[in-house]
């Protein structure tokens, strides 16, 4: 079966660094997404890999290892308003969106 | 305002009632979606469409079902709804099958 795996929870300070990491099992591989979604809200896209390697937009950054199925996205200074929870997404070899459940993410000041 | 409509925002059902879920986007993207999404699961796929059209089913199709008649509108039908139907339900485009999706504000469906 295709599965993605996120931490189900993550706290993090004001100001410091966190690091979201996502594994996944999936048929096939084009790509993949992290997305951040607020409470009540939808999500919203954040970066797209499809080769391996670094990512950045800004604070954020986004990894990925092909081999390892693995990425993480990589948050700096964090703000408060990064209180979210993050989405990691698999697009497979049917071109489908495989979804993480969601890392929630609290920020503490 | 360009974007992903979807009507309505919220809405209390009772169980065996026919409803449609409404989503127009006027972003011109060819494919567009339906996801569910339930507290500690990821978002499910229901149905798609890579083009106006055509459609075809996702993760969990049964119970709902979907048309394609051109490329702004695509609504999700639920024939009987049942209590497990109830969830957040987010249509969304993207301008091809392997392009990143974009999201509606979301419908908050409660079958009771």
């Known amino acids: 079966g295709q599965n993605i795996d996120q931490p189900t929870e993550m706290t993090a300070t004001e100001g410091a660094i966190v690091q979201i990491n996502c594994t996944y099992q999936?048929?096939?591989?084009?790509?993949l997404f992290w997305y951040q979604q607020h409470a009540g809200e939808a999500p919203t896209f954040l970066s797209y890999n499809v080769l391996d390697g670094l990512e950045e937009k800004g604070r954020f950054s986004s990894f990925l290892s092909r081999s390892k199925g693995y990425s993480y996205l990589l948050l700096k200074e964090l703000q408060m308003k990064d209180s979210a929870s993050y989405l990691c997404?698999?697009?497979?070899?049917?071109?489908?969106?495989?979804w993480g459940a969601g890392t929630k993410l609290i920020i503490k000041p | 305002i360009a974007g992903i409509t979807q009507a309505p925002t919220s809405q209390i059902l009772a169980a065996g009632r026919r409803m449609t879920l409404r989503c127009t986007q006027d972003?011109?993207?060819?494919?567009m979606y339906w996801y569910r999404q339930d507290l500690g699961l990821g978002l499910r796929l229901i149905h798609y469409?890579?083009?106006?059209?055509?459609?075809g089913k996702g993760e969990v199709p049964d119970g709902y079902s979907v048309s394609r008649a051109n490329t702004d509108d695509f609504p999700l039908t639920l024939a009987s709804a049942v209590p497990s139907q109830t969830s957040v339900y987010f249509c969304?485009?993207?301008?091809?099958?392997?392009?990143?999706?974009?999201f509606g504000q979301g419908t908050r469906l409660t079958v009771v």
């Open positions: 997404a698999v697009r497979d070899s049917n071109y489908q969106l495989i």
């Open positions: 999936t048929s096939g591989f084009n790509g």
């Open positions: 969304a485009t993207s301008r091809e099958a392997n392009t990143e999706a974009f």
């Open positions: 469409s890579n083009t106006a059209g055509t459609t």
């Open positions: 972003m011109r993207h060819n494919a």
